[in-house]
Every structure is written in structure tokens, then in C-alpha cells.
T-cell receptor, first 114, second 111 residues
């Protein structure tokens, strides 16, 4: 397996534009997580899904952020409209439920909003 | 909800010395405590983990200890090497698969 795949790796956009980040979890993993990493706040859990269903979105900063998981192999995180303070590295991670709950991270998307 | 505090935020040691990173958690229901290492520009990767029914676990030069009563756990790296330089994150998981991370410790190992 190629691991968790995120796209794009880098995204530069203007304030006010819509941004969509994509994630493909490891096949067979039934949990998917979106994290945001900044120097100030570290790694923040935004939302996670189990079997494609959002379980906890309490970390989503505001209504401008939304996430979907239409099937077991694909998830998106959308920011609309984007703001400079959204600039961060966004990581997607997946796990297989059970005793081994190691989270496997994607390479991350570095988002810069200017 | 769970809150994980980690310190120090920065740690500088001489090559060959030991490094210790400490974390505390708030939710007594947490039962899984992984540690991740993130090298510059790369993704976090699991290096060791411990479960609540175990007090200590070792893997070569790294070890973790857990004190459930006090709700704290620690990472110990012995005989540090320059390649140990990275950001280390502790985390706590309540079994609901929601992993909450500490703020991270930037470790510098000076040659």
C-alpha cells in the first residue's frame, strides 16, 4: 500500500478563495482524521470519520471549514472562504479500528493564503 | 474532553546524553498513549506506544513510562544521536479513536 495520500502537497491561494484538500486513506482503514499543524497551536484534531460517517467535528474552527467522506477511499476538507490565518500544514491520517490504533499520516498539504 | 500538556517545548542535549520529555493528560478514560516523531518537513510517525495496563515499555534506546494515578507519561531517549533531532509529540487516546496530541517538543542533539 502506498500509505495515506494527500493532494495537493502545496497550495497557495488568495484570501476569499475556496480551497479543497484531498485525502486517500490506507485501504481497509475505517477511521480517518484531519489535523491542522501550526507553530502556535501544534497538531489540532479538526474532525474524524468512522466508516465514512463524521463522528466528532468539535475541532473544526468555524463554519468556513467543512469535511466530507463520500466513500471509504476518499475525503475532502474544504475552506470557503479562505483567510490568511488558515495558513498551516493540514494532515490526513487513517487507522484501522481495534487494538492497534496507530495513526498513519499522509505527507500533508502546506496551505498558504495570501 | 481530553487535554494533553507536553514539556519542555524545546530541549537541547549533547550527543550521547539522555533526553526526557514529559506529558500529562486530563481524561482518566484514556488508555493508549503513542509517541510520534516528526522530522523537518515530514509527516509524524509512530516511534513507540504504551497501553494503560503497562507501566513501562522499551525499544532499544527509547522507553516510555506511564503513571495512570498521576496521569502522566514520559519518553526517555538514551545515548542520543544527531539523527534523533526532531519534534516529538505525545498523544492520548480514550479508546474512541480520538487521538489528542501534545504541543510537541523540539529536540536538538548537538554533535
Amino acid at each position: 500500500d502506498a500509505g495515506v495520500i494527500q493532494s495537493p502537497r502545496h497550495e497557495v491561494t488568495e484570501m476569499g478563495q475556496e480551497v479543497t484538500l484531498r485525502c486517500k486513506p490506507i485501504s481497509g482503514h475505517d477511521y480517518l482524521f484531519w489535523y491542522r499543524q501550526t507553530m502556535m497551536r501544534g497538531l489540532e484534531l479538526l474532525i474524524y470519520f468512522n466508516n465514512n460517517v463524521p463522528i466528532d467535528d468539535s475541532g473544526m474552527p468555524e463554519d468556513r471549514f467543512s469535511a466530507k467522506m463520500p466513500n471509504a477511499s476518499f475525503s475532502t476538507l474544504k475552506i470557503q472562504p479562505s483567510e490568511p490565518r488558515d495558513s498551516a500544514v493540514y494532515f490526513c491520517a487513517s487507522t484501522k479500528g481495534g487494538l492497534n490504533t496507530e495513526a498513519f499520516f499522509g505527507q500533508g498539504t502546506r496551505l498558504t493564503v495570501v | 474532553g481530553e487535554n494533553v500538556e507536553q514539556h519542555p517545548s524545546t530541549l537541547s542535549v549533547q550527543e550521547g546524553d539522555s533526553a526526557v520529555i514529559k506529558c500529562t493528560y486530563s481524561d482518566s478514560a484514556s488508555n493508549y498513549f503513542p509517541w510520534y516523531k516528526q522530522e523537518l518537513g515530514k509527516r509524524p510517525q509512530l516511534i513507540i506506544d504504551i497501553r494503560s495496563n503497562v507501566g513501562e515499555k522499551k525499544d532499544q534506546r527509547i522507553a516510555v513510562t506511564l503513571n495512570k494515578t498521576a496521569k502522566h507519561f514520559s519518553l526517555h531517549i538514551t545515548e542520543t544521536q544527531p539523527e534523533d533531532s526532531a519534534v516529538y509529540f505525545c498523544a492520548a487516546n480514550t479508546g474512541g479513536f480520538k487521538t489528542i496530541f501534545g504541543a510537541g517538543t523540539r529536540l536538538f542533539v548537538k554533535a
